[in-house]
């Protein structure tokens, strides 16, 4: 069924969201105050999702999406709208979210960090199909295990999409036949990059595809295999990344962050300006924000729950001879759980999107940390981490966004508060 639609406002996700006989629709590439004709795809839970067949007024704000594939890939939501809205309209999601899940008023400023908006990222998750003898590579369609073939992708770094241009090259893809997905890293310098292949090899055949990968990909640096046990690494055993002053080994598994224009800017926003006797920093991956803190506070901890990940830290600590920093490698919880040292000056949270928790941060709050800097992928995780916070006694200072992920419908937020001294 097909219907007039008014685009209200945008909401976390990348849909634009309207009402329609009292129902509420939720309609992706719409923009607020557009009119559009849309058509009903599915309804649940009281919301009817629609997709759009025509804007029949559309709004000042709107551009022609630069990606042939946008639309049909997944991965980006706003390529119809400007930039500079793009920014403004996630930080209307960031103060809405916050209101309706953790029922915080924020009416102060959120500063946003702008990003170049096109080749930042440095990370990408490439799916491999095989179908009628044909080999593909692209990103799965939104919400859907149907893959959407890509020469190129325009938030790709021009080095990740020359590793993407060989792999697709015709005498390439009949390598790749038994393996489901490749996951590229790229340094800093965009030259070299870490590949990490995924898939049902036999060991003789994941072998001999990592060294054709190290001897043909160009860059191609590191290259994995993962297997259950592990991963069988050919080349560099890691990638190291320069981010400020500090160069991070990572290994294949390791968690690093995928944007790479705004990683500096980042990492001064968390760590610049502190000091004192201890810092924490769950949620640590291999160190990009433990080492700049290792400058200011006696000791730093960084817990990581990824064991690769925690011996990636430790090792970085150690290149750059910081006797002061420790490297755990447990659950943010299983360490609090025990860590019995009162009083951190400051505590550095950055969870994946389920965000930290009651549990963990009930742990954390019996710590009295004077201050907490909380780094968010996830806007809904964060409102629910800050309301748990504020019934703590602390109070939220400062909220500000880095847009990491342009076009995308992803949020990266930090926040900073400080234990109410009366509470
Ligand atoms: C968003 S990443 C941030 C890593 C690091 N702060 C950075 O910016 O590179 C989240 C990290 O938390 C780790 N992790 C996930 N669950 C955890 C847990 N329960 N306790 C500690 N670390 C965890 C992941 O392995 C990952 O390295």
Redesign the pocket.
Known sequence: MSFEFIAEKLVYGGDALGHYQGRTILVPRALPGERLEVEEVRTAKGVTHARPLRVISPAPERVSPPCPYFGRCGGCHYQHLNYQNQTVWKREIVRETLRRIGKIVWENEIPIHASEPWNYRNQAQFKVSHSGGRTELGFFAAESHQLVPVDQCLILSPRLNLVLNVLRSASWSENLTDCSEIEMLADDQDENVMLTLRGKFTEPRGEALARQCLEEVPGASTVAVERKSGFRVQGEPALDYRAGEFEYQISPG????ASRHLLPA?VAAVTGGQSGALAL?????????TLPLAGAFDRVVG????RG?ARDLEANARRHELGNVRAVG??????LRRFAQAGPDLV?L???R?GVGAR?LELLAKLRPARLHY?S?HPPTLARDLAFLSSRGYLLNMIEMFDFFPHTSHIECLARLTRNANF
């Open positions: 390791s968690f690093f962050q980042m920093d769950l949620y640590a991956g291999v160190g990009l924000f817990v990581e729950g990824n990940a447990e659950s943010a919880y299983d360490f550095v950055d969870p994946p389920a963990t780094v992928c």
